[in-house]
């Protein structure tokens, strides 16, 4: 695996505030060129996300054989245990529309007495995380033209999102001569991924021209990146990058990464208007068609990417 020690300086978007000209023409240059960008002022509180961290912990440190009751074999299917993206890489997935419904179906499977404030602090931050995406996908929408919120927005009227807990770990007592992958190379199977890393470090993006470049973490800050989905609708225009995590001394790492997607019979066709007078890139394809095409082949699950949109429907 390559060094990396060279970082990237993104946009940072105040959410809160009405954007101007001069943020859309730098968000568009950085959605075009990496497909991620950073946010302030998103209204998640430091306190939700500690309560978060430590009801998840809770669930983390089970024994394996309480988690792997919702595991891929069990009906819920929620938790993905070591050893299939990475050996040091766990996570709970938590899904709406009912993000607390969600929380406690995998709570009550896998704890014998269910935490009930996992529920209720999943619901809250769900429930924000999904307001910010629509926020998100409002200004991604103004950075493809003028008047395409108008135009465009009801084509996300039906997005729903859907939680990833990662939870990432180094045996103790290991002997680090290099960094590992904690998380293999990927794109996002969403429009869109908001993530909360914590202080650790490890998230990079690849350049076009093949390089890894660290997307240091910064306070209060959260990463949003461009996913598959919105990738194939703007043509390409709002890139879906490669991105991994790489752990590079003994220490755990935890991230929230909230996907937000396209309802799966959602046919996913750039408008023409969009495309402009570029060729089109993809052909019209059904979102749950490019998930289940994901899911089914190994290559294209976690890692080892290699099947992506453009595998699948690139023209
Ligand atoms: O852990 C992170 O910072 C990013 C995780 C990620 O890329 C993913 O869950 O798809
Ligand atoms: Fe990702």
């Known amino acids: ?170 045996p103790e007592k290991r002997v680090m001569e290099k960094e590992v992958e904690g998380l293999g190379k990927h794109t996002d199977m969403s429009c869109l991924t908001i993530v909360y890393q914590d202080d650790v470090g490890g998230l990079q993006v690849r350049s076009k021209d093949g390089k890894w470049l660290d997307i240091n973490p910064c306070e209060e800050t959260l990463v949003v990146n461009i996913g598959d989905l919105l990738h194939a609708w703007s043509n390409g225009k709002l890139r879906s990058s490669e991105h991994r995590v790489v752990l590079k001394e003994c220490k755990t790492r935890f991230s929230l990464a909230f996907f937000w997607c396209f309802e799966d019979n959602k046919v996913i066709s750039a408008p023409n208007e969009v495309v402009g007078d570029e060729f089109r890139h993809y052909e019209p394809f059904m979102c749950g068609d490019y998930l289940k095409f994901r899911e089914n082949s190994v290559r294209g699950k976690f890692e080892k990417v290699g099947f992506t949109v453009k595998d699948f429907a690139g023209i």
Request: overall charge positive; charged content about 20%.
């Open 1 to 170: 695996m390559p060094a990396s020690n060279t970082s990237i300086q993104l946009p940072i978007l105040d959410i809160s505030k009405s954007i101007s000209p001069s943020s859309i023409s730098s968000l568009s240059l950085a959605c075009r060129e990496w497909g991620f960008f950073h946010i302030i002022n998103h209204g998640i509180s430091k306190d939700l996300y500690i309560k978060l961290r430590l009801s998840s912990n809770q669930v983390f440190n089970l024994p394996y054989e309480d988690k792997i009751k919702a595991g891929p074999t069990s009906n819920v299917k929620t938790y993905t245990p070591h050893f299939i993206a990475s050996p040091f890489f766990e996570s709970l997935r938590v899904s709406g529309p009912d993000f607390h419904a969600s929380a406690k179906n995998s709570a009550e499977v896998i704890m014998k007495q269910p935490d009930i404030e996992f529920s209720e602090v999943l619901k809250e931050y769900g429930d924000k995380m999904r307001n910010l995406s629509k926020k998100v996908t409002e200004i991604l929408l103004m950075c493809l033209g003028k008047d395409f919120v108008t135009k465009f927005a009801s084509e996300f009227s039906n997005c729903e999102g859907y939680l990833r807990i990662n939870n990432y770990s180094l």
